[in-house]
């Protein structure tokens, strides 16, 4: 990403130990052109980092943040509770017991802090409900995504047609 160009989504992840996972996110984001950032920010190694990060976000022109944590996954809701933006989480899987401890950690939030959390390892997703988010407000984007969804069901047409043949 150009360093001239202002990062429209936040990626965050509670170690470099997921990275594996997120950068699916980051990938899909490139392909639909939108600028992001990517940070390693620890919600219990590095609290006072990762509270200075979700309150400058907004001021900075950030407008959703994915955040992935796994085990005791608390970097997304946490960064949801100081951030007016969209968190979007995603659960990272983990040894021992495959991510439904990420899954809990981030989909259990407390009413008024919501935090949209995808399936356990599904950054994919969370890459796609960032660029629909932003895509609301840019009718260009917009096109992108309906092309994007266009392709899916060709997809799946395909598939049937293989078959049936
Ligand atoms: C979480 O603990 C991280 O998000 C990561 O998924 C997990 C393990 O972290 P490391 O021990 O690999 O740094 O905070």
Partial sequence: MPASTTPLVGIAMGSESDLPV???????????GVPY???????????????????????????VII????????????IASATPLPVIG?????RHLQGLDSLLSIVQMPGGVPVAT????????????????????????LQRVVAY???LIE?????DARVQA
Wanted: charged share 20%; aromatic share 2%; net charge positive.
């Fill in 118 to 141: 995808v399936a356990i390892g599904q950054a994919r997703n969370a890459g796609l409900l960032a660029v629909q988010i932003l895509a609301t407000g840019d009718p260009e984007l």
């Fill in 67 to 78: 955040a992935g944590a796994g085990g005791a996954a608390h970097l997304p809701g946490m």
């Fill in 37 to 63: 950032e990517i940070r390693v920010l620890s919600a219990h190694r590095t609290p006072h980092r990762m509270l200075e990060y979700a309150r400058t976000a907004h001021p900075r022109g950030l407008k």
């Fill in 155 to 159: 997809k799946v047409e395909q598939m």
């Fill in 90 to 94: 995603v659960p990272v899987p983990t």
């Fill in 149 to 151: 969804k266009q392709a």
């Fill in 22 to 32: 997120m950068e699916e996110a980051a990938r899909v984001l490139e392909e639909f």
